[in-house]
């Protein structure tokens, strides 16, 4: 079958697989506001103890299940603290501010992730003029950062030092798995760090959506509340749990995969003229590479990609992204390697066209 584009934007680009359309199809559902989908019922228990929480709340989107999650530990006026091109500071909608009037203090470092060492002092003192400094927000793997996996003894000691400031810690594991697949922890490894998990079924596990919100039964019954003033409380949702049960019992390992092709894919670009990845910082499906301004730039790539076949996204002036996932096989990584390196040699129109950057 002709493929009309090797899609590689993102790995929300993911469809269903017939195995999973299955799965869907023949859920047992029934009414989950109501605490009555068995589906729902099951999956939230089996992310639970995956990772070893009281509790699992499903919601629509990461960026539902992360606002659930900043909800439960600020209250109006309150201050996160987030590395500055974070998911939830800067892909969400100025949410955190919107529904839950949290102001967002973003900090530097390198591939996304933060340290104790740029924490240390940005806890605001007890007095009547300071915000309230109260959470700790953590994206792992970095989206933005380039797929970079947290090590744990890192997650450990961020944890322990928010617990020591009085901070409550909320993790955007959208790619959770992909970090706990490349770095071979376990997701309970991860939980007994932070107070709070949001992990994403739509990106690297391919399911068509849903997200999880774990941790206490308490922040979950809070999140429950959350989930339903945002409209995100649904009734036969068992159709969803069940792909998202499906993918934790075979997208998971299989993971490794797109973090092989990714590689595979890097190495072929750092070979071409005019482009260059940082290699070592190729740790998952995500791969950013820079283009020699000689060549034109990045969203004329992007656009001349387009006319060949190939997406990806400009997210800089000079920066693309390029994403492994599901549907990307490792024929499909080289040939968009191919693609890349034919548009490049025969030279990319230095157009005027730019943006949208995110970043
Ligand atoms: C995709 C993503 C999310 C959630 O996005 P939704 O589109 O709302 O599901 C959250 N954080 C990170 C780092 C992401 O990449």
């Not at 974070?86 to 892909?91: D, S």
């Not at 927000?137 to 961020?158: F, S």
């Not at 002036?317 to 549907?327: S, Y």
Request: net charge negative.
């Amino acid at each position: 079958m002709n493929k009309p584009f090797i899609d590689m934007r993102s790995d929300t680009v993911t469809r269903p697989t017939p195995a999973m359309r299955e799965a869907m199809a023949a859920a047992d559902v029934g009414d989950d506001m109501m605490g009555e989908d068995p589906t729902v019922n099951r999956l939230e228990a089996t992310v639970a103890e995956l990772f070893g929480t009281e509790a699992a709340v499903l919601a629509c989107s990461g960026t539902q299940s992360n606002q659930m999650g900043v909800r439960c530990h600020c209250v109006p006026g309150d201050e996160l603290l987030i590395h500055e091109s974070g998911h939830i500071a800067n892909y969400e909608a100025g949410a955190p501010a919107v529904i839950s009037g949290v102001s967002t203090r973003t900090l530097p470092g390198p591939f996304g992730m933060l340290d104790v060492e740029t924490l240390h002092g940005k806890v605001r003192a007890d007095d009547q003029h300071l915000v309230r400094t109260r959470l700790l927000c953590l994206e792992n793997t970095t989206n933005i950062g380039g797929g970079r996996v947290y090590p744990l003894e890192r997650l450990a000691e961020l944890g322990g030092w928010a617990r020591e400031n009085g901070l409550a810690v909320h993790l955007d594991g959208a790619r959770l798995f992909n970090a706990c697949v490349a770095d071979g922890y376990s997701p309970a490894d991860v939980a007994q760090h932070v107070d709070t998990v949001s992990i994403c079924f739509s990106k690297g596990l391919g399911c068509p959506m849903g997200s999880v919100l774990v941790g206490s039964a308490e922040h979950v019954r809070h999140a429950r509340r959350t989930r339903k003033l945002l409209g995100g409380a649904l009734r036969q949702s068992g159709f969803v749990a069940a792909a998202a049960l499906y993918a934790l019992d075979n997208h998971v390992d299989r993971l490794a995969d797109d973090h092989a092709n990714a590689r595979l894919f890097a190495e072929k670009v750092a070979a071409v003229d005019g482009l260059s990845v940082d290699l070592a910082s190729v740790e998952t499906n995500l791969v950013f590479f820079e283009v020699d301004p000689a060549l034109g730039t990045a969203a004329a790539v992007q656009d001349t990609l387009i006319d060949r076949g190939l997406r990806m996204y400009a997210l800089g002036p000079q920066r693309l992204r390029a994403c492994t996932h599901h549907d990307i096989t490792r024929e499909d990584a080289l040939r968009a390697a191919e693609i890349v390196a034919e548009t490049v040699g025969s030279g990319v129109t230095a157009g005027t066209k730019s943006g949208p950057y995110e970043w």
